[in-house]
């Protein structure tokens, strides 16, 4: 597959990397996601693309990053490389870490990894990723990159509150950023299964790299907002306006000026979409936080402007009884704060994150009174999104990659059991032991590449004695104990350490290497009665972590359930829904 | 036991609360525990409590009386009130709404049910977590019953930053919270073991109210920071002092008076300190957060007082040479950042919750510079705390009540397996129906009988053919079956489903009467392999929520762990260790 495709490109450093972050955390193996080349090769190409001034962000590859260093130091310790679970809780500490640094935003960080990205979250690895994102956001404070003694990536103050009548607006920015979310998710679908698809552009993905930045030099320069970075846009179109800077030009129009500037950040705003979805899926690091909360700044302040302009027309009558007309145009309506409503709501519906946008929001004003806008279009942006595109952005990416991912936040209604979905147990699965505890390598090693053929690398054999299952060899174990032996052709390997067979003596011959295979056997595999409900199955799977599940009928043995197999059946069942 | 109790208390309402909360989100049944009765009486003692002056705060019983409006209104709906999962988690968001509305805080409230209360925490539930603060927080909004237009407890704003040097000072509070904290529980444990035992005591549990609130006047009234109302001392405490205010008196001090202030504070600390402690327990409705905030508080300050002395003294030389020695004191250190951070510091001590701390104390401040310092005395509190006294309060109090109560934070390092605490099977305790599908009503009487003397009223009784495991049939579903029969002499219950005897007609004469219990047998409990490792069984009681598991040997049923057994268990390793 790889050697297929061009050799300057290295796949796993492209995009943003949560999505894959997150398949890994939930305990499927990305070959190589993880490692050194990727960690060095996406930290190099993510200052090119950063400082390229692409519609694209630096937050969503910094997740992956820290992932990635994560999982480096792992290695160096026995302890954490040899415990998967308590590898992922690295991992997920890692990760909350990333958003901890890119954002400022240490709370939000850990919000972060237990909303987006961990499978399971109990409170000691929240404490545990909390230490984490406090001491990211220390070294910060100390290496104190932005030269401000800042941890924030901006830091926007709002002085005035926001008045009742407000309310109405930030409801409808919600609306609105839910709307441009989902509508984003369902452009970049079809981007990538119409453009992308084009045999030029599948060949040569550098080509479409050049074409997207040709086009955004083209179209961006002309208009100031496009022009600029896309974070130092974002905080230009949160900032409040100091009462000196009301020169009538710019973000702080006089109340003539206004529909002129609304006009121009229209333009910015359809600039700024399209260049966003054009640009996410290119092969460079690029992360989609920050350009999706750009594109909702820009609606925000649009929205914010026209707001500002009726509160100034109509000033003093019914909603706006307490708006002055005169002096200070935001003494009642500051557009910033509906920029960063509309920047979150935006976020929302691309990320379908709830509580962390909140929080992060809040991280990055300090301001106790617009908690309840911010988290109010959230909740609202979220409604409306899942309304129109039920899947995030991650899980779009999830799904066109097909990993195999099981979705803990959707839950079907199941009405089946388990036996439903239990394939019947076939010879060349499961290791016989009724005659004898000794069986040939030859035969084992059949028996693992079928179960290879068939995709279940990291599946297993059932040993049964007379249908009763009495232990199970995994996959990986059972390849490493083969692989060790000298010679395969006349070795008989011991699969049952419980019982002595009376007739062991007799059948090892000088000929024949016996072999003690039952250190790799798992002597309690977990197994259902195969009338458990499948919300049993559901909560083994999803909460114990677990790649299969054995069946049993009357107490013996009656066949397997793999993960992918269940995982498979989930979709379907949802898709049926859907 | 009710009847032993004297008239006049209803114990339900007594307390915080909090710690029987969260027992019952752990699955036990308390019965009447969130019923409209304790709604009502906690709501009115909790008006009376708090306005008595004493050191007692509204905070925790807020999350109690919460919780007791979302089981009534899960009363309300069939689908809440016959689904116990989804019952809980209306519980878990109505208690995250108690702490949203008590201290202003949603996001907190978010994170207090996901740290504190809650078992098991699924985005799913985050959101509506989330959602339901928020919707408290609108209320309150509107409402606005502390007439600010705001909707936190109180509202500090530090407009200076925090200094390096500082940090120094912020790690030691951390260790003097957390030990404060640490010796609160102890002294707390110590009190109920002693003075609460006392015959008089015990049965008059309105005579200690009594003694308390006289000793509380008369020991307050004479210092004015003990006189205060709880919420408003920890207010002034973590105030930083306008220029205008430097009187030198009160808490904003000039140099000279330094020393006097905190004499004055210290006698405060140790009054306060000793009324929390014996007011912590008694029976009225009484929560210890904003308690042990304001002793954390009142240390804080006299911290901080301290450290401004040096800064003052030293100004301009060594640590302390950005510090100038004239103006304003508070021009390099704040007192008032000192004793939020210590507050915080106390209340991690004795609650050990840490991020929604963290978040809580964000919150009241909007400060971003000092989400840093309140972090770290956070983490240190929680060290120190932990390595003193391995208990937060709440788990004082659920050992203290004998509620069977596994904790999810502390598991145990197991070394054995399922077969190690698996009873073996006696004949009263399964249902054998190897000869006949049918048994006698009588017989599964006893049995049931037996059960409950074994105190397993939510256990079950296993139903076996020839040693396997075929059903099993819940203890109340059992007693539900029987007691609906008309006459037990003469009933026969038909006990499965799946196979048909040849001698079924033969056996059921005129006289008796056949009854179908096949509807309430569960045909699919969850059973594990004898050798299954400790750790899964931990996983399963945990995350799947299971009330007892059955123990198969090779196949064969060999044996039933109830919870209660393993949380003996458990309780037993931990005690060892410890």
Same mark, same amino acid.
């Given at each position: 597959?790889?050697q297929?495709?061009?050799?300057m490109?290295?796949?796993?450093?492209?995009?943003?990397?949560?999505?894959?972050?997150?398949?890994?955390?939930?305990?499927?193996?990305?070959h190589?996601?993880?490692?050194?080349?990727?960690?060095?090769f996406?930290?190099?190409?993510l200052?090119?693309?950063?400082?390229?001034?692409?519609? @694209?962000g630096?937050?969503g590859?910094?997740?992956?990053?820290?992932?990635?260093?994560?999982?480096?130091?792992?290695?160096?310790?026995?302890?954490?490389?040899?415990?998967?679970?308590?590898?992922?809780e690295v991992?997920?500490?890692?990760?909350?870490?990333?958003?901890?640094?890119?954002?400022?935003?240490?709370?939000?960080?850990?919000?972060f990894?237990?909303?987006?990205v961990?499978?399971?979250?109990?409170?000691?690895t929240?404490?545990?990723?909390?230490?984490?994102?406090?001491v990211?956001?220390?070294?910060l404070?100390f290496?104190?990159?932005?030269g401000?003694?800042?941890?924030v990536?901006?830091e926007v103050?709002?002085?005035?509150?926001?008045?009742?009548?407000?309310?109405?607006?930030?409801?409808?920015?919600?609306?609105?950023?839910?709307a441009?979310g989902a509508l984003?998710?369902?452009a970049?679908?079809?981007?990538?299964?119409?453009?992308?698809?084009?045999?030029?552009v599948?060949?040569?993905?550098?080509?479409?790299?050049?074409?997207?930045?040709?086009?955004?030099?083209?179209?961006?320069?002309w208009?100031?907002?496009?022009?600029?970075?896309?974070t130092?846009l974002?905080?230009?179109?949160?900032?409040?306006?100091?009462?000196?800077?009301h020169?009538?030009?710019?973000?702080?129009?006089?109340?003539?000026r206004?529909?002129?500037?609304?006009?121009?950040?229209?333009i910015?705003?359809?600039?700024?979409a399209?260049?966003?979805?054009?640009?996410f899926?290119?092969k460079?690091?690029?992360?989609i936080?920050v350009p999706?909360?750009v594109?909702?700044?820009?609606?925000?302040r649009?929205v914010?402007?026209m707001v500002?302009?009726?509160?100034?027309?109509?000033?003093?009558?019914?909603?706006?009884?307490?708006?002055?007309?005169?002096?200070?145009?935001e003494?009642?309506?500051?557009?910033g704060?509906?920029?960063?409503?509309?920047?979150?709501?935006?976020?929302?519906?691309?990320?379908?994150?709830?509580?962390?946008?909140?929080?992060?929001?809040?991280?990055l004003?300090?301001?106790?009174? =617009?908690?309840?806008?911010f988290?109010?279009a959230?909740l609202?942006?979220?409604?409306?999104?899942?309304?129109?595109?039920?899947?995030?952005?991650?899980d779009?990416?999830?799904d066109?990659?097909?990993? %195999?991912?099981l979705?803990?936040?959707?839950?079907?209604?199941f009405?089946?059991?388990?036996?439903?979905?239990?394939?019947?147990?076939? %010879?060349e699965?499961?290791i016989?032991?009724?005659?004898s505890?000794?069986? =040939?390598?030859?035969?084992?090693?059949?028996?693992l590449?079928?179960?290879?053929?068939?995709?279940?690398?990291?599946?297993?054999?059932?040993i049964?004695?007379?249908s009763v299952?009495?232990?199970?060899?995994p996959?990986?174990?059972?390849?490493?104990a083969l692989?060790?032996?000298?010679?395969?052709?006349?070795?008989?390997?011991l699969?049952?350490?419980?019982?002595?067979?009376?007739?062991?003596?007799?059948?090892t011959?000088d000929?024949?290497?016996l072999t003690?295979?039952?250190p790799?056997?798992?002597?309690?595999?977990?197994?259902?009665?195969?009338?458990?409900?499948?919300d @049993?199955?559901?909560?083994?799977?999803?909460?114990l972590?677990?790649?299969?599940?054995?069946?049993?009928?009357d107490?013996?043995?009656?066949g397997?359930?793999h993960?992918?197999?269940f995982?498979?059946?989930?979709? =379907? @069942?949802?898709?049926?829904?859907?």
């Amino acid at each position: 597959m790889a050697q297929q495709r061009p050799p300057m490109i290295y796949y796993s450093a492209a995009g943003s990397g949560v999505a894959e972050v997150k398949v890994i955390l939930s305990g499927f193996v990305l070959h190589g996601y993880l490692g050194m080349k990727t960690l060095t090769f996406k930290t190099l190409g993510l200052i090119l693309s950063v400082s390229s001034g692409l519609s @694209l962000g630096k937050e969503g590859p910094y997740v992956h990053i820290a992932t990635c260093i994560g999982n480096v130091a792992c290695r160096m310790f026995s302890k954490y490389s040899h415990n998967d679970g308590k590898r992922r809780e690295v991992l997920s500490a890692s990760a909350a870490s990333g958003v901890a640094v890119a954002f400022g935003a240490p709370i939000g960080g850990v919000l972060f990894s237990l909303e987006e990205v961990s499978y399971y979250f109990p409170p000691k690895t929240l404490f545990r990723t909390f230490f984490c994102c406090i001491v990211a956001a220390l070294s910060l404070k100390f290496l104190d990159p932005y030269g401000t003694n800042k941890i924030v990536l901006f830091e926007v103050r709002y002085m005035t509150d926001w008045k009742f009548f407000e309310m109405i607006a930030f409801i409808l920015l919600g609306i609105l950023g839910g709307a441009t979310g989902a509508l984003f998710i369902k452009a970049s679908r079809v981007w990538a299964q119409t453009f992308r698809r084009l045999t030029l552009v599948k060949n040569w993905p550098i080509l479409e790299v050049m074409l997207v930045a040709l086009t955004t030099g083209l179209v961006s320069f002309w208009n100031r907002y496009t022009r600029l970075p896309v974070t130092e846009l974002l905080f230009e179109l949160a900032s409040p306006c100091d009462t000196f800077t009301h020169t009538g030009y710019g973000l702080c129009p006089t109340e003539g000026r206004i529909p002129n500037v609304v006009g121009y950040l229209c333009i910015a705003f359809v600039i700024k979409a399209i260049l966003t979805v054009i640009t996410f899926g290119i092969k460079v690091p690029a992360g989609i936080y920050v350009p999706s909360m750009v594109v909702g700044g820009l609606l925000g302040r649009i929205v914010g402007h026209m707001v500002q302009y009726m509160a100034l027309k109509y000033a003093g009558s019914g909603i706006f009884s307490n708006c002055p007309a005169d002096g200070n145009p935001e003494a009642c309506v500051v557009p910033g704060v509906y920029a960063l409503v509309a920047a979150g709501a935006t976020m929302c519906g691309v990320t379908r994150l709830s509580v962390t946008l909140a929080v992060i929001l809040f991280e990055l004003t300090g301001s106790l009174d =617009h908690v309840l806008p911010f988290s109010i279009a959230v909740l609202v942006s979220k409604w409306t999104a899942d309304a129109l595109e039920p899947l995030s952005i991650y899980d779009l990416l999830t799904d066109m990659n097909s990993y %195999p991912f099981l979705d803990n936040k959707v839950r079907p209604v199941f009405t089946t059991e388990l036996g439903d979905i239990t394939q019947r147990p076939r %010879p060349e699965r499961v290791i016989d032991i009724s005659n004898s505890p000794l069986v =040939h390598a030859k035969e084992l090693r059949q028996k693992l590449e079928y179960l290879q053929m068939a995709g279940e690398l990291d599946g297993g054999l059932p040993i049964i004695r007379e249908s009763v299952l009495v232990g199970l060899i995994p996959a990986p174990d059972l390849e490493f104990a083969l692989d060790k032996l000298g010679s395969e052709d006349s070795s008989l390997c011991l699969m049952s350490m419980h019982t002595r067979w009376n007739g062991l003596e007799d059948e090892t011959s000088d000929a024949v290497d016996l072999t003690d295979f039952t250190p790799y056997i798992d002597p309690a595999p977990v197994a259902l009665a195969v009338h458990s409900p499948m919300d @049993l199955v559901y909560e083994c799977f999803v909460k114990l972590g677990l790649r299969y599940i054995c069946v049993l009928r009357d107490g013996q043995y009656a066949g397997m359930v793999h993960k992918k197999a269940f995982v498979k059946y989930v979709k =379907h @069942l949802v898709g049926q829904a859907a």
